[in-house]
Nanobody, 127 residues
Framework: QVQLVESGGGSVQAGGSLRLTCAAS????????MGWFRQAPGKARDCVAAISWSGTTTYFADSVKGRFTISKDNAKNTVYLQMNSLKPEDTAVYYC????????????????????WGQGTQVTVSS
C-alpha cells in the first residue's frame, strides 16, 4: 500500500518561506520520480515542481522558477518543496505524487503521469 503524507503547510505573509515535506511508504521510493502539484479554488491541479527518480533532473513551472526548489532524500523516502518569496497567488492546496513508471526519464507533468497522491496540505499567503 503506497502512502504519501504531506506536511509543512500553513499561513505566511507575502515574501515569506515554507518547506513542504512528503513522506512516502509502501514502495521502492528511489526508483520513482516525484512531483508537487497545487490546486487553487476553481482551478485545475497543476504541477509546480518535479524531480527525477535519480534526483538529477528537476522541473519547475514558470510561475515558481527561481523561488521554489525540490529535493529528494531516498534514504528517508522523503521529498521536499522549499518555497521562498511566496506570493498571494501561491495560495493553494499542495499535493505530492509519485510517477506511475519506474525509472521514468521523460518530460510529461500532467496529473495522469503520476499514480499515487497524498491528501494535500493548505498553503495560504496573505498580502
Amino acid at each position: 500500500q503506497v502512502q504519501l503524507v504531506e506536511s509543512g503547510g500553513g499561513s505566511v505573509q507575502a515574501g515569506g518561506s515554507l518547506r513542504l515535506t512528503c513522506a512516502a511508504s509502501g514502495r521502492t521510493f528511489s526508483v520513482y520520480g516525484m512531483g508537487w502539484f497545487r490546486q487553487a479554488p476553481g482551478k485545475a491541479r497543476d504541477c509546480v515542481a518535479a524531480i527525477s527518480w535519480s534526483g538529477t533532473t528537476t522541473y519547475f513551472a514558470d510561475s515558481v522558477k527561481g523561488r521554489f526548489t525540490i529535493s529528494k532524500d531516498n534514504a528517508k523516502n522523503t521529498v521536499y518543496l522549499q518555497m521562498n518569496s511566496l506570493k498571494p497567488e501561491d495560495t493553494a492546496v499542495y499535493y505530492c505524487a509519485t510517477r506511475r513508471e519506474r525509472f521514468y526519464s521523460g518530460n510529461r507533468y500532467g496529473e495522469n503521469d503520476f499514480g499515487y497522491w497524498g491528501q494535500g496540505t493548505q498553503v495560504t499567503v496573505s498580502s
